[in-house]
């Protein structure tokens, strides 16, 4: 037990004075306040604010936990040494983690196993798991352990689990995409983000009854598009100020009525809330060229992209931001303005995504996702002045990757937005994900220049067919012109002829990553019965579907689209077979026709009002719907399409009901 060092001292004086006295009483009474812990009588002292990550640290500082996501093993990490330990194989798709208190069971969200597993930290090896939702993702424990919340993404729940017994104890509904979440220090708060829409969730995790909902609101329009700006989106991390008083959220703005361009429409973002009004401080938002602005050495604004993480010092005086898109960190200092100050300019390893911080406020441990590594960021200390700087080589955290080198390339490249590492993005502004939320869809609308469009999914993109909402690709080497027009990468590059060997082998890369079965899964549907079955509303739509309302048409075979019909005569895909675009009646007044491009020597022509047969598998996770965005619900794109969309205009309230909970369900 430690005592006052000024006890000692006076501890060898012959009267007892007003200041032994004093001291003694202290040490008496921090002897009993000892006692009374070891007896079970006081509740452990919260250590402060979590949040769901990644990575974790032990509360000693010796061991580190990352979960590696795509190999499906969660690794332990000696702090001292940077050395890989043990790699334990968990559930598909680890995404988070959290520690119990006493130090002895590792948690982790397996999203693609849509479940939570039990990982006994002395003996190496999972315990057992709990089916909590469809694609759980965030985890953090209450102080004492007893419980765990879990946001499930798919379901748009949060499960409270007992987690001695594993067990769920309540099952809440939180928005449509809950993703992040962080508890307050003393466990009395919980607060839950939804990765798509921006808004934040507060519950009294005594109750579980929600207590607010804050949504970020957006950054208005600029004259100069080149500024920051635009709709909240992509959520990545909620983190929680060491006093409590404020949480930090890494998100995304979109301008969504620009035409797409990669200096105009993309913008990193970290947003505040003030957590004892429950209201966003619109003030405090750090934007691009405002408290982010750390300019180089010729006074050019250095470009950020996409942020993945926040942490900060134990004080608060500083915070630490990954830019996940660019592979930066960026350090924010709170007791000076709250402006960037520093930026260490592209961390070594790919993609980081998550960081954890020593007890000592003194090194930070970041979790590169793609390259499995972690790099190790000494800081100075509050005394000390100085800047964070990289402190050796990554360490590795896994044996061997379950991925190919081609695939693993593929993945980076449609994650990063380092374009000084790679040609497909212009000033390290965008990447592939910066749209695409997670590979998928980000619900959002952009202007083009074909007129507006509804941002689509990846999921099934290599089996459903021509490429784009016209139809207007048949080969994936055609996304050069996305890649010139819209992400400002690979400007030397002659679309009209044969690309060089190192230009292919980039696009060769991203389509073996995007072809792989569970780089993108079609999302399970919450809308079937627990068993995973359709539901009696959704049988009878389906015979309306196959039937009366003569959908099946244009969504039939297993990938439920036609456009897998346009091919030549021997079989290829080709966007001179224009049979299966279909005008619907969806046309915009601001839609255009399409003179073609280089890539195809001009001969893919397209009329304004003619659509690709988008795939109706997992359909209700991509709202909203039509090319241009413009149904928010599939009520709506029914209720609207008359006989244009199969034969709908006959049909009942009852029965397009029906019809709508069987493509809810769809899979």
């Not at 479940?115 to 694609?135: A, F, H, N, P, R």
């Not at 993404?153 to 689990?161: E, L, P």
């Not at 280089?598 to 598998?617: H, I, M, Q, S, V």
Request: hydrophobic residues 35%; glycine residues 8%; negative net charge.
């Amino acid at each position: 037990m430690a005592f006052p060092r000024f006890f000692f001292r006076l501890k060898s004086r012959n009267k007892p004075s007003l200041a032994w006295r004093l001291a003694a009483g202290a040490s008496a009474l921090a002897v009993l306040l000892f006692l009374s812990a070891c007896s079970g009588e006081e509740k452990e002292v919260p250590s402060g604010p979590q949040s769901g990550s990644s990575i974790v640290m032990s509360e000693d500082g010796r061991t580190i936990y990352v979960a590696n996501g795509d190999t499906n093993t969660v690794s332990i990490v000696d702090a001292r040494t940077r050395k890989l330990e043990k790699e334990i194989p968990v559930g598909k798709e680890p995404r988070e983690l959290a520690l119990s208190p006493d130090g002895e069971t590792l948690y982790v969200t397996c999203r693609y196993a849509n479940s939570v597993e039990w990982i006994d930290m002395d003996k190496g090896k999972v315990l057992g798991s709990l089916k909590t939702g469809i694609e759980p993702y965030g985890i953090v424990s209450s102080p004492d352990g007893s419980r765990l919340y879990v946001t499930n993404y798919r379901s748009g729940t949060i499960s409270v689990v007992d987690a001695a017994k594993r067990t769920i104890i309540k099952q809440l509904p939180a928005g449509d995409n809950p993703r992040a979440l962080a508890l307050s220090g003393d466990g009395s708060k919980l607060h839950v983000a939804e990765y798509l829409s921006a808004k934040t969730h507060v519950f009294d995790t005594s109750s579980m009854a929600e207590q607010a909902d804050i949504r970020l609101g957006a950054s208005p329009d600029k004259k100069d598009r080149k500024k920051s700006q635009g709709t909240p989106n992509t959520v990545e991390q909620i983190r929680l100020s060491p006093d409590g008083k404020s949480a930090w959220e890494a998100h995304l703005l979109t301008n969504t009525d620009t035409p797409i361009q990669f200096e105009e429409v993309i913008f990193p973002s970290l947003s505040v809330l003030d957590l004892s009004a429950n209201k966003e401080n619109g003030k405090d938002r750090k934007e691009l060229f405002d408290s982010i602005d750390v300019q180089d050495k010729f006074g050019k604004s250095t470009i950020v992209a996409n942020p993945t993480d926040i942490l900060f010092s134990p004080d608060g005086n500083k915070a630490y931001v990954l830019m996940g898109g660019s592979e930066d960190l960026l350090v924010f200092d709170l007791s000076r303005g709250g402006r960037a100050s520093q930026i260490i300019r592209h961390l070594p390893g790919d993609f980081p995504i998550g960081m954890t911080m020593s007890p000592d406020g003194r090194i930070l441990y970041v979790h590169n996702a793609n390259s499995h590594d972690m790099t190790t960021i000494a800081l100075p200390g509050a005394e000390e002045g100085g800047q964070a700087h990289v402190d050796g080589e990554p360490s590795k955290l896994i044996r061997q990757d379950r991925l190919t080198a081609e695939q693993r390339l593929g993945k980076t490249l449609f994650y990063s937005a380092n374009s000084d590492d790679f040609p497909l993005t212009g000033s390290n502004w965008m990447s592939c994900v910066s749209c695409h939320s997670d590979g998928e869809v980000d619900s959002l609308t952009l202007t083009t220049s074909k007129g507006p469009r509804n941002v689509p999914s990846n999921v099934l993109a290599f089996e459903t067919g021509v490429f784009m909402w016209d139809g207007s690709r048949d080969d994936f080497g055609d996304y050069i012109h996305t890649i010139q027009g819209e992400m400002g990468g690979m400007s030397d590059v002659d679309p009209a002829k044969p690309y060089p060997a190192d230009i292919q082998k980039l696009f060769d890369a991203l389509e073996a990553y995007m072809r792989m079965p569970d780089a993108f899964p079609v999302p399970l549907s919450p809308y079937r019965t627990e068993d995973g079955q359709l539901t009696a509303d959704a049988e009878a739509g389906k015979q309306l579907f196959e039937g009366k309302a003569q959908c099946i048409t244009c969504h039939g075979a297993d990938v439920m689209t036609d456009s897998v019909k346009a091919v030549n005569g021997n079989g290829a895909l080709t966007t001179d077979n224009k049979d299966f675009l279909h005008n619907v009646g969806t046309v915009s007044p601001t839609d255009t026709d399409y003179a073609g491009d280089a890539r195809a020597a001009f001969t893919n022509k397209r009329e304004r009002g003619f659509y690709d047969t988008p795939t109706l598998r997992g359909v209700y996770a991509t709202a909203p719907y039509l090319h241009d965005g413009s149904a928010a619900t599939l009520k709506d794109v029914i209720e609207r399409a008359g006989d244009k969309h199969g034969k709908t205009s006959g049909l009942s309230d009852k029965e397009i009901n029906s019809l709508v909970a069987y493509l809810q369900q769809l899979q």
